[in-house]
C-alpha cells in the first residue's frame, strides 16, 4: 500500500449534517476500495483565489490515506462526479 494525500474542496453552502455525510461518503470509498483513512483534518471555510462554479470561498478538508495504486483510478472517478466537492487534489506522500 502507499500514502496519498486527498485535499477536497467542499461547496460553502452546505450545513454540518450534508458536510459530515460528503467526509464519510470519502472514507467509504476508500475503506470499499481496500484501504484505510490514517488521518483526517477539517481546515474550515477558505477565501479561494479566484472563483471556482461561482463560488468565492470552500470548506477544506484534508485526508490522509493508504491505497492501493489502482484505487486511485476509482476514487478519482467517485470524486470527479461527486457535486458536493468543487476541487480535490490527490498527491502521494514517500
Not at 474542496?9 to 470499499?32: Q, R, S, T, Y
Not at 486511485?72 to 470527479?80: F, P, S
Request: aromatic share 10%; glycine share 6%; net charge negative.
Amino acid at each position: 500500500m502507499r500514502h496519498y494525500e486527498l485535499v477536497c474542496i467542499v461547496h460553502p453552502d452546505l450545513d454540518e449534517a450534508a458536510f459530515n455525510d460528503v467526509i464519510e461518503k470519502i472514507k467509504g470509498w476508500v475503506v470499499d476500495t481496500g484501504g484505510s483513512v490514517d488521518k483526517v483534518e477539517i481546515w474550515g471555510r477558505k477565501r479561494l483565489a479566484y472563483a471556482i462554479k461561482k463560488h468565492r470561498e470552500g470548506q477544506y478538508v484534508l485526508f490522509n490515506l493508504s491505497l492501493e495504486p489502482n484505487a486511485i483510478t476509482t476514487m478519482d472517478q467517485n470524486l470527479r462526479f461527486m457535486e458536493q466537492v468543487i476541487r480535490y487534489m490527490i498527491s502521494s506522500v514517500e
